[in-house]
């Protein structure tokens, strides 16, 4: 049966009230996606066809996407309605369909395989991912027979209390056999608590007609939780984190803290990488081989070359470039700029839409005065050439050039090109009026 077809459905239409936001549930950011991302590269790593998203008619715009068909489930009346709302979209799809909560960032593709296989191999009607957590939780109980069979799945709110002291709980992800799951359907009634149409009690009627439901038990506890709490989204964030960093510690890079490193997935670290606690890393950024970031560094879409240090207390902005061996040193923001190799930028300096040749020194203090000071003009660009020696307390008033090997004054702002080999600058010097103060206030009474 290994050539069924293969359909997933991803129930995002909730808007997540315990949420306690403007923010429909699965639209909140997790660790550099958005909740309901996770679920579907989850479900696109076993390449259904097609992939169907239950929304809400405010999230429909939302959660549309090239390789995403949108089904729109118009009121909140219960996770059966929300798949029979794509239904419609399905077609007559015949095979298997997977049916996903969109708030379950932690299943994985490993896991969802499992599942699907056990539904081919055991040719049921439907299969149910449960799991065993080791803590309370107010999900569906699995009830089964005197012979193990699953018999229904009782929501909590409707259980008795011998069914609430069951530890085998629904993780609301399934696996139906498209047209039964049609035909169970059909004849559901909201005959609950909460008035509305239950996905799981099409596990009833399909036994009660006669047909097989299979179980696949997650042997991750935690793995099918979701979320509906801001304490679980962080919860998960943390699950996330210390697998995207196991992975890459096992890949050959160093993580000092893993537990106080967050890095969005992704993110590439090339072996030999070295990344210092309370480093965020987000975004496309990579860091390459021998490079050290952080402490305390925040890195955007930025790329961190060979060998390259980085930090601490600096902020790596999108489409900044270190080159090999270049540094970004402490308290340095820069953006959409070039260092090139062997280029230091130790401190104190904010460079921005600028292009620095190798084996350039920046003096503390640098600011590249990137914005223009005519309205609708671009901002200007800085080019600084090859073993460039800046002084100290630098303004480089874009756009800019200053040439090879030139040196510039402390404390210069410079508003003209340098040509190569030059030293610009001399700010007026220093000038000393001796007995000013005693002059004008006289002395003090200490004197």
């Known amino acids: 049966m290994t050539d069924r077809k293969l359909a997933t459905v991803v129930m995002a239409a909730g808007l997540g009230t315990r949420m306690r936001s403007e923010t429909p549930k699965h639209l909140h950011p997790l660790l550099g996606k958005r909740l309901v991302d996770w679920v579907f590269d989850t479900a696109r790593a076993l390449g ?128 139906f056999d498209a047209a039964e799951l049609w035909g169970a359907l059909d004849g559901l009634k909201p005959d609950n608590a909460q008035g509305e149409l239950y996905l799981t009690d099409t596990v009833r009627a399909l036994v009660d007609a006669g ?105 790596l902005r999108p489409g900044t470039v270190l080159e090999a061996g270049a540094k970004a040193g402490t308290f340095v923001e820069l953006k959409n700029s070039r260092i090139g190799e062997g280029t230091k930028v130790p401190h104190l300096s904010y460079i921005g839409d600028a292009e620095i040749g190798a084996e350039t020194n920046i003096g503390a203090g640098a600011i590249t005065v990137n914005y223009p000071h005519v309205p609708g003009r671009p901002k200007g660009r800085t080019e600084i050439g090859r073993n460039v020696r800046t002084g100290v307390h630098n303004a480089f008033v874009a756009p800019i050039e200053i040439g090879d090997d030139a040196w510039i004054a402390v404390g210069t702002v410079v508003t003209d090109d340098v040509p190569p080999g030059s030293l610009a600058g001399f700010a007026p010097r220093q000038v000393t009026k001796e007995g000013y103060v005693y002059d004008k206030h006289g002395r003090s009474a200490d004197d």
């Open 211 to 315: 047909k097989s439901v299979a179980t696949y038990k997650s042997d991750d506890p935690e793995a099918p939780v979701g979320i509906n709490t801001r304490v679980e989204l962080a919860e998960a964030a943390g699950v996330l984190r210390d697998r995207i960093n196991e992975r890459h510690m096992l890949a050959g890079a160093t993580i000092v803290d893993p537990r106080a490193t967050w890095i969005d997935p992704q993110v590439e670290l090339e072996p030999d990488a070295v990344v210092h606690p309370f480093t965020v890393l987000r975004g496309a950024t990579r860091v390459r081989r021998g490079a050290e970031v952080g402490p305390h560094v925040v890195a955007i879409d930025a790329e961190i070359g060979e060998r390259a240090l980085v930090g601490p207390f600096c902020y």
């Open 48 to 175: 259904p066809e097609p992939l169907v998203v239950v929304t809400s008619p405010e999230t429909k715009d939302a959660l549309a996407g090239d390789w995403l068909t949108v089904a729109v489930q118009t009121e909140p009346r219960g996770t059966a309605d929300a798949v029979a709302a794509a239904r419609g979209v399905l077609g007559g799809f015949q095979g298997d369909l997977l049916v996903l909560s969109g708030d379950s960032p932690l299943l994985t593709p490993e896991l969802l395989q499992g599942l699907v296989a056990t539904q081919r191999e055991s040719r049921a009607a439907a299969t149910v991912l449960t799991f065993e957590p080791a803590r309370p939780l107010p999900y569906g109980r699995v009830v089964r027979d005197g012979e193990g069979n699953v018999r229904a799945i009782v929501e909590e709110r409707d259980a008795t209390e011998q069914e609430r002291a069951i530890r085998e709980l629904n993780s609301s992800t399934y696996v």
